[in-house]
């Protein structure tokens, strides 16, 4: 039986001023529930267009799943913990073929850190390349976010660890990093919990610790150059900066029980607040049983909107498109309903939620494991619909260029986001002769992108297939 779920903006969420009454509906497709405490910390749909969900799963291990059809996802391959040296995948990312797998647990039995490349050239059937791991230090990890032939592994209390990924056959280890752990005076051990990559710089949430930019052109000696903390927030709970989404010159930061903080980030020796969404309502230590625990982040740049997985709570929609005002419109989920999420992925208008088992109710109670996979939708209000127009882009489907279509004034600002979301050009243009704007597409991938071109008031999106 499908359910149906959506949180309209007209609600008074404490925290955010809503203009809008945008709205997204969630529509639950299938589920595929694991025996009693197994847990998916982090789900990820193939990226190469086959019907395939991977599913880090701590102690059930390394499941792939036949998600061809939505309503019923089945289990067709498992890599159990033993062939990772013992060590529990926590988290997955994807390059082209290749899985990067993040290992060892980090929540109370604490494993060593481990990253293991998988090939999937055979999507239903992933095959370990290799793996590595270390003994030196002892409390797992919490995420991988690959670039450019390099792994950086979000190892916990250990910090940023840096990995030479440009063999999937040879892991080489480069560099680890602490960063400083008494900046905004955190109330126990900060911990690196997750990081987005951008021209060698690195936003990381760590935890306790706020959030960090670090400088890594220079792999074997990162170099920490900003630090940042909501002090409003620290002065009413402790700061549990879980995970970070940069887009353009804004950091989406989800805090923990504390929701999600906004924060400038053009300037790494002054980032600053732009606005706080304090969905649950934190004071004070009440983080164990607390509502809602917000956990990992996904921007979805064709509708400027932020999912949350959110504990308790589930999966929570915020309306990205005005940064000073972020406004909570959708919700999956009731709160204190003992359906835990850890983690999340987004590929096209479905969403994959990881579940986690948790019935000792800390952070949050929780009695079912496994995956469960929804539909989204996303309904603009009309006032808003009016500043945003989609047009097509041609030639359909683009080689060494493609045209987009021109705003209505002088210069506008362009992005193109690869179709997993990365953003893969920025920049300013002038109206061209040809009634668009010239783009080479000579570097880009075969696949789907999607664009947004911020003219005055107006925002015009769409999408266009590039194929070489």
Not at 66 to 92: C, E, R, W
Not at 159 to 184: H, R
Request: charged fraction near 10%.
């Amino acid at each position: 039986m499908r359910k149906l779920f959506s949180l309209v903006a007209w609600l008074i969420i404490p925290g955010s001023v809503i203009a809008q009454n945008d709205t997204v509906i969630f529509t639950e497709l299938g589920n595929y529930n694991y025996p009693i405490f197994n847990s998916v910390f982090k789900p990820l749909f193939n990226r190469n267009g086959s019907p395939y969900l991977y599913a880090a799963s701590k102690e059930y291990g390394f499941v792939t799943f036949d998600v061809n059809n939505m309503n019923s996802p089945v289990p067709v391959n498992t890599i159990g913990t033993t062939s990772f040296n013992s060590l529990k995948p926590t988290y997955v990312q994807q390059n082209n073929n290749t899985l990067y797998v993040g290992l060892g647990d980090f929540q109370g039995s604490d494993q060593e850190p481990g990253l293991a490349t998988l090939d999937i050239s055979n999507p239903a059937a992933p095959v370990i390349l290799d793996q590595w791991d270390t003994t030196a230090w002892s409390h797992g990890v919490s995420s991988v976010t690959y670039a450019n032939g390099y792994a950086y592994v979000c190892a916990m209390e250990d910090g940023l660890i840096i990995l030479d990924v440009s063999n999937p056959n040879n892991i080489q280890f480069v560099s680890q990093f602490l960063p400083d752990t008494l900046f905004g005076n955190p109330p126990y051990s900060p911990t690196a919990r997750n990081c987005e990559w951008r021209n060698d710089t690195l936003l990381l949430a760590f935890d306790a610790g706020g959030l960090r930019m670090l400088d890594v052109s220079i792999k074997s000696n990162p170099v920490e150059i900003g630090q940042y903390v909501n002090t409003s927030l620290t002065a009413v709970a402790n700061a549990a900066y879980n995970e970070v989404e940069w887009v353009g010159n804004i950091a989406y930061v989800a805090v923990d029980y504390c929701g999600l903080d906004v924060v400038n980030v053009a300037n790494p020796q002054n980032m600053y607040n732009i606005a706080w969404n304090n969905p649950w309502n934190c004071v004070g230590l009440n983080w164990v049983g607390s509502d809602g625990h917000a956990n990992q982040l996904i921007y979805i740049p064709s509708s400027q909107i932020l999912l949350a997985s959110a504990g308790d709570s589930e999966i929570r929609a915020f309306n990205a498109h005005n940064p000073a005002q972020p406004a909570m419109i959708g919700a999956w989920g009731a709160m204190n309903d003992q359906g835990g999420a850890w983690g999340l992925d987004v590929y096209g208008n479905t969403v994959a939620v990881g579940r986690a088992d948790n019935p000792i109710n800390w952070p949050f109670a929780a009695d079912t494991g496994g995956i469960q996979l929804l539909q989204w939708q996303f309904i603009l209000d009309a006032q808003e619909m009016q500043s945003r127009v989609s047009q097509p882009a041609y030639p359909v489907p683009a080689d060494d260029f493609v045209i987009l279509p021109c705003g209505n004034s002088n210069e506008v600002t362009i992005e193109i986001f690869s179709y997993t979301g990365a953003l893969v050009y920025t920049g300013k243009a002038s109206q061209s002769s040809e009634g668009g704007f010239h783009i080479s597409t000579a570097e880009f991938d075969s696949g789907m992108y999607t664009y947004r071109i911020v003219s005055g008031n107006q925002i015009t999106h769409g999408k266009f297939a590039v194929a070489h």
